[in-house]
Structure formats: structure tokens, C-alpha cells
């Protein structure tokens, strides 16, 4: 058998190389007799195509931010949340591996749409690019934010003021470098690998969230393999969580220096102090009670459940 597995990023990126160690690994567990064949971004659509893909099983696999489900999967927005997850990257990862949130009641919400997440994962902490240098809410006033497809990301940036405008990753660096829009968000590894340091000055460590992807099958071609199929997907998946944090870990920190010593491209790097994040923290939190009333299709109990289960790994 040969299985499509699309990632929304390119060579040598997180996500594409966990779908070529991914493929790599269910080749050697099954001796061959699988095949797991990794799609690159670009040449299926954009992320909500590749999404439509997944659902309508064009491809039986793939990596799939909860941005990109913002207008049909609503608690998967969650992620869109700022200062929710802990500071620090790792806690954040084991709360992913580990929240029944997630892992149950979340995964519940996405199979009513034919996606089945087996697993997320952190891609690191996310950083704001800009060419003004973004510092204090302020900043943010009449600012073009780009962000994903997802309601929850667009009010969480109208509450710094920005006006946020959604755009799939593939029209970014030439939105950015024509003024369509004036910044961005993402992790520091994928700032720099999509070049737009090249037509950004700035770059602020806000650490405002995670960017988390899901690994996620086509829940109908998923239930009909059978149970030795499931299994050696699953451990597979689950043996993949520590080898994929080490790899954000190891490109988001050659990347970020990297990007100190690019003298062709000079970055000013800005990091805030608690009391600059503390600012932003005060407008992020009402964006929960948002959630829960304007989003959410659960009265928000997947973030009350959330909530508790981070309390519980910071304490
Ligand atoms: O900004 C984005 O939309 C892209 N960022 C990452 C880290 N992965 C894929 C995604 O499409």
C-alpha cells in the first residue's frame, strides 16, 4: 500500500522532514510493505485545501494547523488563545502529549468533520516580525496583522488593535514585502527559513503562544485499517513526540542565530521584558471569555478542562 501524507511546509522544514522520518519509520516496521509518500506544500493548494483534501481522502495523512480548521472545526481555536499554554516550550509539549482535552474531547470535535488528530505538537514559540518593531500594544494600533484562517486569531489581534487579514503562508513573504501587510507570526525557525527576514527589520520574541500542529488521518480510512495497521500507526506517532520536539528545538535555535549573523539581511531581535508581555497578557485574557461564549459549541468546557490540566503541570 502507498499513503499520501501532506505537510503544509517545504524540504528540510519541521513538519516535512516528521513526514519523511514518519515514512521512513512505518517502511522499516512493516519491511517495506507500506509505503508513505511525503507531499511538500504548494502543490495540493493552500492549507484549507489540503484540509479539504485530508476530509474528501485525496491524501490519508496529514499535518494540519488548527489555524487552517478556524471556520468549520470552532474549539480547535484554542491554540489561537495568547498566554495560555506555560511559558516554557516543553511544559507546553506535555501538556499536548498528556491533556484528555485534548487528546479526547478535542479529537471528538474534529472526526464530526472526518479529521482524526493522533497527535500535537509544539513547532516552538511563536515571534512577531515587523518592519516598526512591535513592543507594546500601542504597536499594534492600525497595524495589517496576517494570520491564519481562524476567527479566534483575528480577535485576539483586534484586542491589540491590529487589523488582522488572513493569507495562506504560500502569499506571505510577497504580501509582506509589497506593505499588503505589515507583519506576521510564527516560530523563529520558520521565520527564517521563509526568508521574510529578508523584508522585515524586526523580529519580537513575544513567546504570546505556541505554534502547535496536529498529525491527523482521514477518520473513515483510518477506522476501516485493521487493528495491527492502527497499531503501528499510532506507535509510531507516539514514538514521534520526542523526536519532533528535538527537531524544533534544533532548528528554531540554529535559526534564531543564524539570523543574529545574517549581515546581508540584518534583524533587529527584540525581546520583551515581563512587564512588556504583562501588557499584552491583560488584553488576552477577556479573548478567553470570547471563546467560550462566541466560539466555542461546548460552553468552553474543553478550555475549563484545559485550564485546570496546565494549572496542574505550572503548580
Ligand atoms: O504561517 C503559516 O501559515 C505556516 N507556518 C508554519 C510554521 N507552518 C505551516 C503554516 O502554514
Keep these: 500500500a502507498t499513503w499520501r501524507f501532506v505537510t503544509e511546509e517545504v524540504q528540510g522544514q519541521v513538519q516535512y522532514v516528521y513526514a519523511e522520518e514518519f515514512a521512513k519509520r512505518i517502511s522499516e516496521k512493516t519491511d517495506g510493505k507500506i509505503t508513505v509518500e511525503p507531499y511538500e506544500y504548494g502543490g495540493l493548494g493552500t492549507e484549507t485545501d489540503q484540509v479539504a483534501a485530508l476530509q474528501g481522502g485525496a491524501v490519508e495523512l496529514a499535518v494540519m494547523s488548527p489555524g487552517f480548521t478556524g471556520n468549520m472545526v470552532m474549539e480547535g481555536q484554542i491554540f489561537a488563545l495568547h498566554f495560555l499554554f506555560p511559558d516554557s516550550v516543553e511544559k507546553t509539549q506535555e501538556i499536548l502529549n498528556t491533556s484528555e482535552a485534548l487528546n479526547v474531547d478535542l479529537v471528538k470535535q474534529y472526526e464530526t468533520h472526518?479529521?482524526?488528530?493522533l497527535a500535537f505538537w509544539t513547532e516552538g514559540a511563536m515571534a512577531w516580525s515587523s518592519?516598526?518593531?512591535l513592543r507594546e500594544p500601542a504597536d499594534f494600533d492600525g497595524f495589517n496583522m496576517r494570520i491564519q484562517e481562524s476567527p479566534l486569531m483575528q480577535e485576539?489581534?483586534?484586542a491589540y488593535g491590529a487589523s488582522p487579514q488572513a493569507l495562506p503562508w504560500g502569499e506571505l513573504y510577497t504580501a509582506l514585502d509589497r506593505g499588503t501587510v505589515d507583519g506576521q507570526e510564527n516560530p523563529v525557525f520558520f521565520i527564517y527559513d521563509a526568508a521574510f527576514n529578508e523584508v522585515q527589520d524586526t523580529v519580537t520574541l513575544s513567546n504570546h503562544n505556541n505554534y502547535v500542529a496536529m498529525t491527523t488521518v482521514n477518520t473513515d480510512w483510518y477506522n476501516s485499517q485493521p487493528e495491527n495497521?492502527?497499531?503501528v500507526i499510532?506507535?509510531?506517532?507516539?514514538?514521534m513526540q520526542d523526536w519532533v520536539y528535538d527537531e524544533?528545538?534544533?532548528?528554531n535555535t540554529e535559526?534564531?542565530?543564524a539570523m543574529e549573523n545574517d549581515t546581508d539581511n540584518p534583524t533587529e531581535i527584540i525581546e520583551l521584558t515581563e512587564e512588556q508581555r504583562e501588557e499584552f497578557r491583560?488584553?488576552?485574557l477577556p479573548i478567553r471569555d470570547y471563546y467560550r461564549e462566541n466560539i466555542s459549541t461546548v460552553d468552553g468546557a474543553i478550555l475549563d478542562k484545559l485550564e485546570e490540566e496546565i494549572s496542574a503541570v505550572t503548580e
Excluded at 248 to 251: A, E, L, M, P, T
Design 156 to 158: 485576539s489581534y483586534k
Design 131 to 133: 518592519n516598526k518593531g
Design 282 to 284: 491583560k488584553l488576552a
Design 234 to 239: 499510532s506507535e509510531t506517532v507516539d514514538e
Design 114 to 117: 472526518g479529521i482524526t488528530p
Design 255 to 257: 535559526y534564531a542565530e
Design 248 to 251: 524544533q528545538d534544533r532548528q
Design 229 to 231: 495497521v492502527q497499531n
